[in-house]
């Protein structure tokens, strides 16, 4: 039985979405905003983190154990997160817990409190994540490079802005940025799950109450860096940190399904080109993965993995051995990319929770939501040429490169260029 979805914009512009399952006895229920870190002006760097956070700290309703309690008591797990994009409050809970659930999450994006005392322990919160991705070699090499492509635009600043940034807003600035940025028309109620146990017209209701304001439409086209090395060192580690980028394109651009289906076939589980023969029959790495994220107004193809000063250059040439003839990879393994992206999004509708983030992530990048089928539909009408022009119009040039490492790790860089130039050309 397909479990199809449902959708109705109420007056006040919010969406509510809905795909009943109904054989559940669970529902998942979300609130998205459309507002992320892309929509941070000078001063406000991390913001819409910091919000993210901070509502959590008292509603008009509940206060800040309360509103937490009042999922988990009975089970449920509530959660948040900020993109580039947007900023979802989730909770998953039994059926029968379905209208305290939704009445936390309505909460927190309508009638939060900012307790000025509870913002400056936040911020000490926040400060402490920031500290601890500095401290992880993997993320903060991933986070160089997009500073790397993207430079100071939206695209290359953290999500959680800097310790300097954070440690300058205020309560005034999160309630001038809330004001402006949670309002009906930047909002989505995402309920999946079995419905019957929600009344969608207490929903409707509630949501409608909430206040009609113009939003602003921001456009961005930002412009890339001269690709570059960037490594840091630090002391008391025993590997290297690497990832390699190039600037893609937007996820509106039907070319990113076919960058997501390259990198599928190139770096994707045990079974792909770069695992296989980087670490199965040479074991230069314990892991090696390829990633296209696709954003609204832009996007970036990258290759990451982890391994000694010794051999990282040895790998990086190895990677850049499997670029050079990949087009003829790219042709022996069209269909079992093709398969393995399909079998994988068939796989993800079986949890409610994947399901909502990939309706929140459509509705908010592309401004549409999909049906499973018909993703699988573009993925399916991809052509094999189309996909070998893209690999010649967007890897076949030099790559950005950031690397995070021990002492010495910066002779990695001294003298060398990631340069993908296909054999034969």
């Given at each position: ?5 449902v ?18 006895r669970t ?16 001063g406000?760097f ?9 509502v959590?700290?008292g509603?008009?309703n ?16 509530i959660?948040?997160f ?24 309505f ?5 939060p ?6 913002i ?11 500290a601890?991705?500095e401290?992880d ?15 100071n ?13 954070v ?7 999160i309630?001038?940025?809330?004001d ?9 109620v ?45 002391k ?5 940190s ?9 996820r ?30 040479l ?21 990451s ?7 990282a ?5 190895e ?12 042709d ?12 994988r ?12 983030y990939m309706?929140?992530?459509d ?19 991809i ?12 890897m076949n040039?030099?790559?950005s ?15 060398y ?5 296909e054999?034969?050309?």
């Amino acid at each position: 039985m397909k479990k199809k979805i449902v959708t109705n914009k109420l007056n006040n512009g919010v969406l509510i979405v809905t795909k009943d399952i109904p054989f559940l006895r669970t529902l998942t229920i979300g609130i998205g905003v459309k507002v992320g870190s892309i929509n941070e002006e000078n001063g406000q760097f991390g913001i819409s983190h910091l919000i993210e956070h901070s509502v959590f700290k008292g509603t008009k309703n509940f206060n800040s154990f309360d509103l937490k309690r009042a999922v988990e008591r009975y089970g449920g797990i509530i959660n948040a997160f900020t993109s580039e994009e947007y900023t979802i409050f989730e909770a998953k809970v039994p059926d029968f817990a379905a209208q305290e659930a939704f009445d936390v999450l309505f909460d927190l994006v309508a009638n939060p409190l900012f307790p000025e005392n509870e913002i400056e322990s936040e911020k000490r919160v926040v400060l402490e994540e920031i500290a601890m991705y500095e401290d992880d070699p993997p993320t903060l090499s991933e986070e160089n490079l997009l500073k790397s492509i993207w430079g100071n635009s939206p695209y290359g600043r953290p999500i959680s802005g800097s310790g300097e940034s954070v440690r300058a807003l205020n309560v005034e600035k999160i309630k001038g940025f809330f004001d402006k940025n949670y309002v009906s028309k930047n909002l989505m109620v995402v309920i999946i799950g079995n419905i019957s146990a929600l009344d969608l017209d207490y929903v409707e209701k509630k949501m409608d109450s909430i206040k009609d304001k113009a939003v602003e439409d921001i456009k961005i086209d930002p412009e890339t860096l001269e690709p570059s090395n960037l490594v840091v060192e630090k002391k008391d580690l025993n590997q290297v940190s690497l990832a390699i980028g190039v600037p893609t394109v937007k996820r509106a651009d039907k070319r990113s399904y076919e960058l997501s289906l390259i990198s599928t076939i190139l770096g994707s589980g045990m079974s792909s080109i770069l695992f296989e023969r980087i670490r199965e029959k040479l074991g230069l790495v314990y892991s090696i993965s390829t990633s296209h994220q696709s954003h609204r107004f832009c996007g970036e193809f990258t290759i990451s993995f982890s391994t000694s000063i010794q051999n990282a250059k040895k790998a990086l040439e190895e990677i850049k051995n499997v670029l050079k003839v990949l087009p003829e990879g790219l042709d022996e393994q069209f269909e079992y990319g093709k398969k393995k992206i399909a079998g994988r999004l068939l796989m993800s509708t079986e949890s409610t929770l994947a399901t909502m983030y990939m309706i929140f992530d459509d509705y908010f990048t592309i401004g549409q939501i999909r049906e499973i089928e018909d993703i699988i539909g573009s993925i399916e009408s991809i052509k094999k040429e189309d996909l070998i022009d893209d690999f010649r119009n967007f890897m076949n040039k030099k790559w950005s490169l950031s690397a995070v490492g021990p002492l010495k790790s910066k002779e990695i860089s001294q003298n060398y260029e990631f340069m993908v130039d296909e054999y034969g050309r």
